[in-house]
């Protein structure tokens, strides 16, 4: 098999306000299997961000070690890219992060990397309300490794091979909102139209951006007993709302019925619609996510769509009152002022 992607496309693609094809979004041929979750959700960050007409090199796509941490070779070939150490992509973003402020930063694990061997670095990182969009292809198994269950596979379901899984599952979403991330959602690779919306919003929102993406694994768990499969979660799903993002230069024109409809606008003036079908959740209150999330799951179905936002989050940087310019655009004059301002700053701790 060749990993060339070949470089014809037709002349008359559509281009972005940048000017941009998809193409100048997409990354190498995917050596995934066929059939698997994690590429849909490539091809949705795909989508969602040539649609928001992003300079490629102003984002940094961020990983650990899995297929699902694989993935972003297979799109934003353009963009800046750190494959970390399995579990290790928190801090590695961190890091990018603190000096380098004005780029967009992309991470993409897996629940094994996330909710098992990086379950202290994704803790943190949510806490600190880290300005990052963070995605967990989550398939309930270790689809590298060979399938075997993870944290987020849940009690009784089993894989295509071994014994029904003993333990209660993490459920992530969950375990965000409880650590105070600013923005949580849940989706499944099978939807498309749901995904898109949820990443540009999730991009757009100022702090930690996180969204569950249920992924199945075609190889390892996609049997009748696995609930993370194709047939389980098409069968369970229920959505909260319908996302639809109108970035801020935009005109918003569609019009919502208005007991079923909420609007939040996001710090740069873009504003997210959502049309609820929940009645019950109200998208401003964690408490109230965290109940629908296990009203949901007690009767056996998936809650997906946008969970959670805090509109007026502040993120890292506006925690620590770091300076708007980035570091790695300062001096040497400028990042080591010298003895006698270090002095003040020792004298003003005493
Ligand atoms: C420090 C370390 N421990 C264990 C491994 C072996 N390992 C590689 S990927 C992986 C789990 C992958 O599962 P997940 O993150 O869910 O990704 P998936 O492959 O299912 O997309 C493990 C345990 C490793 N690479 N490094
Ligand atoms: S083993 Fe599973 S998770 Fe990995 S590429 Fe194949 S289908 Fe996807």
Redesign the pocket.
Known sequence: MSYLKPDFRHPELPTNDLGYTKKNYEGAISTLCAGCG?DSISAAIVQAIFEMSIEPHKIAKLS??????KTPTYFLGNSHGFNS???RMPSVATGANMANRDLIYVGV??????AS?GMGQFSHAVRRNLNMMYIV?N?G?????KGQD?ATSDVGSYSKKGEPNPFEAIDLASVALQLGATFVGRSFSGDKAQMVPLIKAAISHPGFAFIDIISP?VTFNNNPGSTKGYEHVRDHLAATVTVDFVPMRQEISTAYPDRTSQEVTLHDGSVIHLSKMDQQLDVRSRNSALNRIAAYKAEGKILTGLLYMDPDSADLHDSLDTTKKPLREMDEQELCPGSKVLNNINDSLR
């Open positions: 994690h650990g070690i899995g297929c699902s941490s150490v399995h579990g694990s897996g629940d094994g990397d996330s061997i292809m398939n198994c270790y689809g590298l490794t993870s694994c």
